[in-house]
């Protein structure tokens, strides 16, 4: 089936240091999205990329949509201990917009 | 404007009993998902309701049900508790194919 890979599953940084996140899919995506769930949180929508190529910037964090719209990443720079947390992307099923296929995540955790 | 709300915050059963879990969408939304996240673990998608009617189901056994009132709310039903059912259950409304969860409802089968 559909299936939406994320690498690292971990990922601890010293604060400053950068940080990537990869998402790959199995098929291709008519969006990918990111969600941040903080710890003993829940998770919260940062941000929808469309198009091929798609690059948007929200303050340090930068995400990227592949030109094939199978991957994406997220970049954070100069990482904070606000940015700890967990990053999971999403893409639609397909053939069904409305139901997201969620990747594993990515636990972030930045030493101060 | 009110997010998702879920109720209750947590929930402590024993094996072999019913839980009852319910949630209240973002106004105006019409769907609301429902997912499992166990400890350290990702989104386990379990159940899609919209316009009151299921609409898609993860795999999980039939002892997972729920079901969405006419104002959108919706309830999640787990018969039979095991041990393994104990887990983070989120809730999320949708608009624009864009997701909005709750704080969930912890669940914890002893």
């Known amino acids: 089936g559909q299936q939406v890979m994320q690498i690292p599953q971990y990922q601890h940084v010293q604060e400053g240091e950068d940080f990537t996140t990869y998402c790959n899919s199995s098929t291709t995506l008519s969006n990918i999205q990111w969600y941040k769930q903080r710890p003993g949180g829940h998770p919260v929508f940062l941000i929808q990329?469309?198009?091929s190529g798609e690059v948007k910037k929200q303050k340090r964090l930068t995400f990227q949509f592949g030109e094939a719209k199978k991957n994406s990443s997220l970049h954070i720079t100069a990482t904070q201990t606000t940015d700890v947390g967990t990053y999971f992307c999403a893409g639609p099923e397909a053939g069904n917009n409305r139901k997201l296929i969620w990747g594993l995540g990515t636990s972030l955790a930045v030493n101060p | 404007e009110a997010g998702v709300t879920q109720s209750p915050t947590h929930l402590i059963k024993t094996r072999g009993q019913q839980a009852t879990l319910r949630c209240s969408p973002i106004?105006?939304?019409?769907?609301v998902y429902w997912y499992q996240q166990a400890l350290g673990l990702g989104l386990q998608f379990l159940l899609w309701y919209d316009e009151g009617e299921e609409r898609n189901r993860g795999n999980f056994p039939p002892r997972f049900s729920g079901r969405q009132f006419p104002n959108y709310s919706s309830e999640l039903n787990v018969n039979a508790l095991e041990l393994e059912d104990s887990a983070l259950y989120l809730c999320a409304s949708s608009q624009k194919n864009i997701q909005y969860f709750g704080a969930g409802t912890r669940l914890s089968v002893l």
């Open positions: 106004s105006g939304h019409t769907s």
């Open positions: 990329l469309v198009k």
